[in-house]
């Protein structure tokens, strides 16, 4: 018996959905992206919504289209995925972190207030910072966005965890407190459209950039005056751009699995309140949501009160087949990261949480029996 930490869930109507769409005339460049972006900025409340082929995709248009570039800084968390951090290099700026909180998990406002304090008299301020809702908890938004915008700097939100999760009354996504959100639909995100991506703004200009930016710079229904001149099949290219486009099997996939999207999100916190109710507290601390936060529950992180019985724990859960994982090994302590520089001690607080950290399986269609075998091992494990 394996039970895995994560698992897309696919219906039969999202099957129908693709087979329509296979079966129709538009692969990719058709109806169904612009559909998928209309529910997609419906679902967040933000005003324009830019689907992708990755959220890697999304994060690097996001802080291009906010001018990061060479000689430019981002921060980001040290707790994430490592896209969070490689936009910037992408875009031949450098990249700084911010250490996290340790009961969220996510970017500390303290810590980003002590630090723009200082980086303000260096005179090394960050153009773009990327909080990170880390396993699907929202950063605290609106506290980070009160402390970065005097400074006059962007904010890019990493949703990748958290589509379908809340934030004092909004959903997240809906850029209250920042100029762009990025989300996922990677398989073990919350809903999946295979490899995907969207990045959601309310500002009509940089949606315009990122609309660009994804199909090679280039939109063809923006001149329409020159068809006149020179023909029908005239198009400009105007920045340069990438093709990062999502193709419409993957948006029919998309827009089928948002039907079931509040389901999921519903599933995840019922699961996630069951363990907050049934595993053992003298060994572990389990994750805390702040007030006025709804998490979509991503993962479900455990963190160990004594962090040498990590690794010991983690073998034998896998040895018995439940499919533990880490999320993350910090960004700077990455051998591509260090060679930038960075060392072990720089972010005490995200190092310290990464050496307790173990997150267990959970995922929409987790059953009872497989929740319960989860519990009983992890917490007959503690007490040996
Ligand atoms: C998954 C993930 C990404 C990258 O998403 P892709 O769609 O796989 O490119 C970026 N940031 C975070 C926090 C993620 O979890």
Redesign the pocket.
């Known amino acids: 018996m394996n039970i895995p930490y994560g698992k897309q869930s696919i219906s039969d109507e999202d099957i129908k959905a693709v087979v329509d769409i296979l079966k129709s005339d538009w692969l990719t460049q058709g109806p169904t992206v612009p559909k998928f972006e209309a529910d997609l900025a419906k679902t967040t409340q933000a005003k324009y919504a830019v689907a992708v082929n990755?959220?890697?995709?999304?994060?690097h248009i996001a802080v291009q289209a906010l001018g990061l570039g060479p000689g430019d800084i981002l921060w980001t968390s040290p707790i994430?995925?490592v896209?969070?951090a490689n936009c910037a290099l992408y875009c031949g700026a450098d990249v700084d972190f911010v250490d996290i909180d340790q009961e969220t998990f996510n970017m500390s406002p303290t810590h980003l207030r002590e630090k723009l304090k200082i980086a303000g008299e260096l005179g090394k301020l960050p153009k773009v910072i990327v909080p990170?809702?880390?396993a699907g908890n929202s950063a605290e938004m609106r506290e980070i966005s009160e402390i970065a915008r005097p400074y006059g700097i962007k904010i890019v939100e990493?949703a990748?965890?958290a589509i379908g999760g809340d934030y004092l009354g909004c959903p997240v996504g809906s850029c209250k407190y920042s100029d762009i959100s990025?989300f996922?639909?990677?398989p073990?995100?919350i809903i999946t459209t295979g490899?995907?991506?969207v990045a959601t703004t309310n500002d009509s200009e940089l949606a315009l950039r990122m609309q660009k930016a994804r199909s090679h710079g280039i939109m063809k229904d923006l001149s329409p005056k020159k068809f006149k001149t020179h023909g029908q099949w005239y198009y400009e290219m105007t920045q340069l751009g990438f093709n990062y486009r999502m193709t419409d099997i993957a948006a029919a996939l998309g827009i089928s699995q948002l039907h079931r999207l509040m389901e999921f999100v519903d599933k995840r916190n019922i699961l996630a309140k069951k363990y907050n109710q049934s595993l053992d507290r003298k060994h572990l601390i389990l994750p805390k949501v702040m007030e006025g936060t709804r998490s979509t529950f991503?993962l479900y992180i455990i963190r160990l009160v004594d962090k040498m019985m990590r690794q010991e724990l983690f073998n034998s859960l896998r040895e018995e087949g439940i499919g533990v994982n880490v999320?993350?090994i910090p960004v700077h302590l990455q051998p591509y990261y260090q060679s930038l520089g960075f060392s072990e001690g720089d972010f005490p607080v995200a190092e310290d949480y990464y050496s307790r950290a173990i997150s267990i399986p959970l995922f929409p269609q987790m059953t009872d029996v497989q929740q319960e075998t989860v519990i009983k091992i992890l917490n007959r494990a503690l007490s040996t």
């Open positions: 990755s959220a890697t995709s999304a994060l994430t995925f896209a969070s990170v809702h880390m990493d990748s965890h990025v996922s639909f990677h073990v995100k490899e995907g991506g991503h999320h993350y």
